[in-house]
């Protein structure tokens, strides 16, 4: 669809279909890598796994704020939407520029390079073949996407099932496998180094709003879209729990800490090499869920965008044929492109990525919970299908949780942040070619 006009966006998700985008999106690679980040700052089992179960809470939080803002503003544009009725089309525009530059393009090009990583295990091609596999992988499965959204939801259900086979795998073997050679003891950790094992086990929980960019194309969004986040969130929290009792199980605290790769590592303690290796695999199918969903949901801000941006109309046409934001897939993808490039330059392009889009993706979360006690203010007659729980107090501490986020991605990332940061910036002069008809861009 145009910025005016054209082909009408069907709704042809359902709430499994909508879980399955979520949960693909969230279990991916992190929780294939945070597990010894986060036991390396607590000092007791306990709280490893109390960290975890405290950041399904925040997850929650975040959820049910999404939930009432999904449910009662459905929108292709999600966010961008939420921010355009409660702070304005201009702070709407510098989060679309955000996400199109930084934040999804920049998580795109972090999980490509986790694909890449593990694929170059199972067939290495060089020193330059992550970067490689990196870049084949958006460039395929942005096709997947722009050949229509039927056929990316198909892959994605499969990625997702196959995922999640992993990972109960993974629990099963944990916990009715029998434990290695105890690790020799590891130097105790500081206890003020409990909030360090938050910013992981969060960066880990990661994704899960991305749901709300499906609220358009969802069946029945109102009453629907609050199921998706509220479901998913509950899946999501159930099985990281079960995956790090798992692997405390076998490799204990101290093991854990000391592990590179802590799923190969269950493996190889339970089972052989060859199980270790075969997981390599796994961790690519997995990645590959994240990668293709992540796509799915990342362009449908461009449409939003073309309404209030008359140098994106074409960028935002939605193609009637495949259901999905064609030029704005492809636009996405060449972005994508160029940071895994920048990323090949530097020593660890996952790493890169990761300090280039968090400060900016928490700066903008902010934004988005502020947003739903405003709209509460500015439009107290609107129908709500959805309430936040106990309400102000859930969205005033997701709040509070995303400024903590921010400070904790300031403090400990390089000179990545300030050059995503610095990208924001240059995005300002887009408020020139802002549309000043408000009458052509309709409120829902």
Not at 103 to 120: E, H, L, P, R, S
Request: aromatic share 8%.
């Amino acid at each position: 669809m145009a910025a005016k006009g054209g082909p009408r966006r069907r709704s042809i998700l359902s709430v499994a279909d909508g879980v399955a985008i979520m949960v693909g999106i969230v279990v991916g690679i992190g929780i294939f890598k945070t597990p010894p980040l986060v036991a390396a700052n607590v000092d007791s089992e306990l709280a490893f796994i109390g960290a975890w179960v405290a950041g399904g809470f925040v997850t929650l939080i975040g959820a049910l704020c999404y939930a009432e803002l999904a449910s009662a503003h459905p929108h292709a544009g999600g966010e961008y939407h939420f921010l355009s009725r409660a702070l304005g089309r201009p702070v709407a525009i510098l989060f679309g520029w955000a996400r199109g530059t930084v934040i999804q393009t920049g998580a795109i090009a972090a999980v490509a390079f986790v694909v890449g990583d593990y694929a170059a295990q199972v067939l290495p091609l060089g020193p330059h073949g992550p970067g490689i596999y990196a870049g084949l992988s958006v460039v395929v499965l942005t096709a997947l996407n722009v050949l229509g959204t039927r056929q990316s939801r198909t892959a994605q259900n499969a990625l997702t099932a196959l995922t999640l086979a992993a990972v109960l795998a993974i629990i099963l073997v944990g916990l009715l496998g029998q434990p290695g050679p105890a690790a020799a003891p590891a130097p105790p950790e500081p206890a003020a180094a409990l909030g360090m094992a938050m910013i992981f086990v969060l960066l880990t929980y990661g994704g899960w709003s991305e749901a709300v960019y499906l609220s358009s194309e969802l069946q029945d969004a109102p009453r629907n879209m609050s199921r998706v986040l509220l479901i998913g969130t509950a899946v999501l929290v159930a099985l990281y729990v079960l995956v790090n009792a798992a692997l405390l199980s076998i490799l204990g605290l101290d093991g854990l800490r000391r592990s590179e790769a802590v799923a190969a590592d269950l493996m190889r303690a339970t089972t052989s090499e060859a199980g270790a290796f075969a997981f390599s695999l796994v961790v690519v199918a997995a990645a590959l869920s994240t990668l293709n969903a992540t796509i799915f949901t990342g362009a449908r801000v461009y449409y939003a965008m073309a309404r209030d941006l008359s140098v994106l109309s074409r960028v935002g046409r939605w193609n009637d044929r495949g259901q999905t934001p064609a030029n704005g897939l492809m636009l996405q993808g060449a972005v994508a492109l160029a940071l895994i490039g920048l990323g090949m330059a530097t020593r660890n392009g996952f790493q890169a990525m990761v300090d280039y889009t968090a400060p900016v993706f928490w700066s903008f979360l902010f934004l988005v919970g502020l947003s739903l006690m405003i709209l509460r203010r500015k439009e107290p007659g609107r129908v709500l299908p959805f309430r936040v729980l106990f309400y102000p107090l859930t969205p005033i501490l997701f709040c509070l949780t995303c400024l903590l986020m921010l400070h904790a991605s300031l403090a400990y990332t390089g000179i990545g942040a300030l050059i995503g940061l610095a990208v924001i910036a240059a995005g300002v002069p887009l408020l020139l070619f802002r549309r000043r008809d408000q009458a052509a861009v309709p409120a829902e």
